[in-house]
């Protein structure tokens, strides 16, 4: 006698998007048939990079946008809104010129200093050293600690 209770408004909402896209779909309302006669008019956004992460701001610039679409598209003009990625741009670049550079400077395939023993046992004294110096430090002025104000209140 139909679905468990838990899925009633779910299959409600789901059968009523259906619908209206069965509406949309007769319709055709979102083709586009240019009319050479008429006045045409293009919207761009500011697409998200691929690689990140949307937020509201995208939100923002784009409802701006689609009702910029909508309006003119009441007017009676041929309106054209692409929407898309941005899979180029400088997040990309930067990325590229950062391999490129760790390739010239580590060979291909790599190989990193540390990798070499002796490297590796300066850097890691060099590392002990700075950690000697800085404890030193502070034994000379007691009131400066390292601890955070976050770690200093709770302890």
């Not at 083709?31 to 937020?55: I, K």
């Amino acid at each position: 006698a139909g679905a468990p209770k838990g899925h009633a408004k779910r299959d409600a909402l789901r059968a009523n998007e259906l619908a209206v896209q069965q509406k949309w779909e007769e319709a055709k309302a979102f083709e586009a048939n240019p009319d050479p006669n008429r006045e045409s008019f293009l919207v761009t956004f500011p697409y998200p990079y691929s690689n990140g992460h949307l937020h509201i701001g995208h939100a923002f610039s784009l409802t701006k946008a689609i009702f910029r679409a909508q309006y003119e598209r009441h007017q009676g003009k041929n309106v054209l809104f692409p929407f898309a990625f941005h899979c180029t741009g400088m997040p990309i670049q930067a990325a590229a010129n950062k391999l490129k550079s760790e390739i010239e400077e580590f060979g291909n395939p790599p190989q990193f200093p540390e990798d070499d023993p002796a490297v590796r046992a300066q850097m890691e004294a060099e590392l002990a050293a700075a950690a000697t110096a800085k404890a030193n430090q502070n034994v000379d002025n007691k009131a400066k600690g390292n601890k955070t104000k976050l770690v200093q209140k709770t302890g």
